[in-house]
């Protein structure tokens, strides 16, 4: 069992999660964070941090949300970043890379783009 970010994450990217994770398995992508599988030592810190409630214990997600879980696990082999098992993040492992799926969303708006809009109505 392992945490996986989902797509709460997605164009949002908060980053707190990534600030108090005590062995730096959070990793950064173009348009979400990642948790490494194999990295994380289950301590669900970044859990109840998250103010977009975008982590959750592999065993726990929605099956809206399954996805995530490979999701999480294949962007760091050979066909997305080719990161392996990096030991922790530094500013070398941040890419701008998202998994093909993640790609393959719909953008979402930014809080201050839907207030604009809501402004202009």
Request: hydrophobic letters at 35%; glycine letters at 6%; proline letters at 6%.
């Given at each position: 069992?392992?945490?996986?970010?989902?797509?709460?994450?997605?164009?949002?990217?908060?980053?707190?999660?990534?600030?108090?994770?005590?062995?730096?398995?959070?990793y950064?992508?173009?348009?979400?964070?990642?948790?490494h599988?194999?990295?994380c030592?289950?301590?669900?810190?970044?859990?109840?941090?998250?103010?977009v409630?975008?982590?959750?214990?592999d065993?726990?997600?929605?099956?809206?949300?399954?996805?995530?879980?490979q999701?999480?696990?294949?962007?760091?082999?050979?066909?997305?970043?080719?990161?392996?098992?990096?030991?922790g993040?530094?500013?070398?492992?941040?890419?701008?890379?998202?998994h093909?799926?993640?790609?393959?969303?719909?953008?979402?708006?930014?809080?201050?783009e839907?207030?604009?809009?809501?402004?202009?109505?």
């Open positions: 069992m392992a945490l996986i970010i989902n797509s709460e994450c997605v164009d949002i990217k908060d980053g707190a999660c990534t600030t108090v994770c005590p062995v730096d398995c959070i950064e992508g173009g348009r979400m964070f990642y948790i599988p194999d990295e030592i289950e301590c669900g810190i970044c859990e109840s941090i998250c103010p409630d975008a982590i959750r214990y065993d726990e997600v929605s099956e809206d949300e399954a996805i995530f879980v999701i999480n696990r294949e962007y760091f082999e050979p066909a997305v970043t080719g990161l392996g098992e990096p030991g993040w530094n500013r070398l492992t941040t890419t701008d890379q998202d093909p799926a993640v790609l393959a969303l719909p953008r979402k708006k930014k809080e201050a839907i207030s604009q809009s809501k402004e202009e109505n």
